[in-house]
């Protein structure tokens, strides 16, 4: 008994060694946009790479209850969530790409521009209409292209899902 239970954690560590294997880089640049920390020097992304790590530790926890589930979906969701959650936390980095936007834009662009999630689904993650994420999608994009200015950051307590 004690030999087949050691036998499924052992498959189930090579196969979660294998998803992060293939999907941990494209999952950290991600965190990276969604912190604005800047990627270079290597390392210089600290805030990035602990959400991520929290996100890979949920899926790992998970790993077994996922039933086909796609477990990249599933991180990049945890990832966006666990970001949300904490974005009042996250001080405002210097020299990150996206770092003239509001944590907020910066989620909504990333989900939809560089992960290429569906409007409707970033709405249902993010408990907004679909309409409000293409109107902050619309606005990042603006901003980042230059034809609009930086948003207004407010303090700590404004919420990820809630509207300016």
């Given at each position: 008994?004690?030999?087949?239970?050691?036998?499924?954690?052992?498959?189930?560590?090579?196969?979660?060694?294998?998803?992060?294997?293939?999907?941990?880089?494209?999952?950290?640049?991600?965190?990276?946009?969604?912190?604005?920390?800047p990627a270079r020097?290597?390392?210089?992304?600290?805030?990035?790479?602990?959400?991520?790590?929290?996100?890979?530790?949920?899926?790992?926890?998970d790993w077994d209850?996922?039933?086909?589930?796609?477990?990249?979906?599933?991180?990049?969701?945890?990832?966006?969530?666990?970001?949300?959650?904490?974005?009042?936390?996250?001080?405002?980095?210097?020299?990150?790409?996206?770092?003239?936007?509001?944590?907020?834009?910066?989620?909504?662009?990333?989900?939809?521009?560089?992960?290429?999630?569906?409007?409707?689904?970033?709405?249902?993650?993010?408990?907004?209409?679909?309409?409000?994420?293409?109107?902050?999608?619309?606005?990042?994009?603006?901003?980042?292209?230059?034809?609009?200015?930086?948003?207004?950051?407010?303090?700590?307590?404004r919420e990820l899902?809630?509207?300016?």
């Amino acid at each position: 008994m004690r030999e087949r239970q050691a036998g499924r954690q052992r498959r189930r560590a090579q196969e979660f060694e294998a998803f992060v294997a293939g999907a941990a880089g494209r999952l950290l640049h991600a965190a990276t946009l969604l912190t604005a920390e800047p990627a270079r020097p290597p390392g210089a992304n600290e805030r990035a790479q602990r959400l991520l790590t929290a996100a890979l530790a949920r899926t790992y926890a998970d790993w077994d209850r996922l039933h086909g589930e796609d477990p990249y979906n599933r991180t990049r969701q945890e990832l966006a969530t666990r970001f949300a959650r904490e974005a009042w936390r996250h001080h405002h980095a210097r020299g990150g790409l996206l770092d003239r936007l509001t944590p907020q834009e910066r989620l909504v662009l990333v989900l939809r521009l560089h992960e290429e999630v569906a409007e409707e689904q970033t709405a249902a993650l993010l408990g907004l209409p679909a309409e409000r994420i293409r109107a902050i999608c619309n606005r990042s994009v603006a901003t980042m292209r230059g034809t609009r200015g930086p948003s207004v950051r407010r303090g700590p307590t404004r919420e990820l899902g809630a509207t300016p």
